[in-house]
C-alpha cells in the first residue's frame, strides 16, 4: 500500500506531531509511508499533486479544514483518504470513530477497511461537515480578526466574537427552495449539515452515520435574542423537535436565494464570499474513505 501524508504545520493547538515518531508507526503498522508537510495556503496545491501521484491512500493530517480540502481533491477518485486527526476539534474523525491518538487512527488506516461516504457541495464547492449562512460566519470572521489584531486565542476570541455577534443580532432575509416547497423565511441562521446531525445548545453533535445521501437543513424563523435563548434551552434538554420556530428539513438538494449581491457561507469551519443564489446538493458515496471496521451497518 502507497501511502503519502500532507501534514499540515498549522493545524490544532499541541504543535507540530514528530515525524520521526510518526514514520515509525506507520513503519510498525508495516507501511512505508512519505511525510509531506505544507502550510495553510499550500494545502490545495499539495493536494491536488499527491494525488496525480495515484497513491492508494492519501492521508490528511490536520483539522476539519485541513481533512475537507484533501477530501475535495479525492471526489471521485480511486484514491482513499485516510485520517490523522491533529487539529483542535476534529468533528469528522469523531464523526468516523477516530480517536485523537496517533497510533489508534494510524491503525486504522492500516487496516484498510474503506467504506464510501457522502459529501455535500454549495456551487459546486464540497464539504464533508456542514456549511451555514448567517450568525456562525460573522462569528469566525470577528474571531480572525481578534486573533490577528490582538493575538487572543482561539477560545478567547470566540467567546468575544459570540458578544459581538450577538450584540448585533444580524437576520437574514432568504427564500429556501426543496422538493416543490418554497420557504421564505427572516431567520439568524440556516445550517446545512452533510448528513443529519445532533444538536445541542445549537452546536453541533455527532452524525450518526455519513452515508444516508441526504442534507440536514435547520433553520430559525424570525426571532429575538430571548427566543434564540429558548431554541437552546430546548436543544439543552433534548426538545428542539418541540419549537415552534424551529425547522428541520431533510433533502438531497436544496437552493437558498436572498436580496443580498454576496454572501459569506462557513463550509467546515472556513468562510467563503459567495453569490447569490446558494445550491446545495448531496454526492452519495462519492467519497472513499478509510474507517475503523463496522463503523456503520449496511445503509437502507
Do not use: C
Request: hydrophobic share 45%; no cysteine; charged share 15%.
Amino acid at each position: 500500500m502507497r501511502v503519502i501524508i500532507l501534514l499540515n504545520a498549522a493545524a490544532g493547538t499541541a504543535g507540530l506531531p514528530d515525524i520521526a515518531a510518526l514514520e515509525q508507526l506507520f513503519h510498525d503498522a508495516g507501511l512505508e509511508a512519505q511525510i509531506r508537510t505544507t502550510q495553510q495556503q499550500t494545502i490545495v496545491s499539495a493536494a491536488q499533486t499527491a494525488v496525480a501521484e495515484s497513491p492508494d491512500v492519501l492521508v490528511a493530517a490536520g483539522g476539519d479544514g485541513t481533512i475537507s480540502v484533501v477530501a475535495a481533491a479525492l471526489i471521485g477518485s480511486p484514491v482513499a483518504l485516510g485520517v490523522l486527526p491533529t487539529g483542535t476539534l476534529n468533528h469528522f474523525a469523531k464523526d468516523l470513530g477516530i480517536a485523537p491518538d496517533l497510533p489508534a487512527a494510524v491503525a486504522v488506516i492500516a487496516d484498510g477497511h474503506v467504506q464510501n461516504l457522502d459529501v455535500g457541495t454549495v456551487n459546486g464547492q464540497p464539504f464533508i461537515n456542514n456549511s451555514s449562512i448567517g450568525l456562525y460566519p460573522h462569528m469566525v470572521n470577528h474571531r480572525r480578526r481578534q486573533q490577528l489584531r490582538l493575538g487572543r486565542g482561539k477560545w478567547l476570541a470566540m467567546f468575544f466574537a459570540v458578544l459581538a455577534v450577538f450584540r448585533r443580532y444580524p437576520l437574514l432575509q432568504v427564500v429556501l427552495e426543496s422538493g416543490g416547497k418554497t420557504f421564505p423565511r427572516i431567520t439568524p441562521f440556516v445550517f446545512i449539515g452533510n448528513n443529519r446531525y445532533d444538536m445541542h445548545l445549537l452546536s453541533l453533535g455527532g452524525r450518526s452515520r455519513l452515508d444516508s445521501g441526504e442534507l440536514s437543513v435547520y433553520f430559525a424563523n424570525r426571532t429575538g435574542r430571548f427566543g434564540l435563548f429558548r431554541l437552546m434551552l430546548l436543544a439543552l434538554f433534548g426538545r428542539l423537535d418541540q419549537a415552534r420556530d424551529f425547522d428541520v428539513l431533510m433533502t438531497r438538494e436544496l437552493r437558498i436565494d436572498t436580496p443580498k449581491r454576496t454572501i459569506q457561507v462557513a463550509m467546515d469551519g472556513e468562510v467563503r464570499t459567495f453569490t447569490p443564489p446558494l445550491h446545495y446538493q448531496i454526492l452519495p458515496r462519492a467519497l472513499k474513505v478509510l474507517t475503523p471496521k463496522n463503523r456503520w451497518p449496511a445503509a437502507s
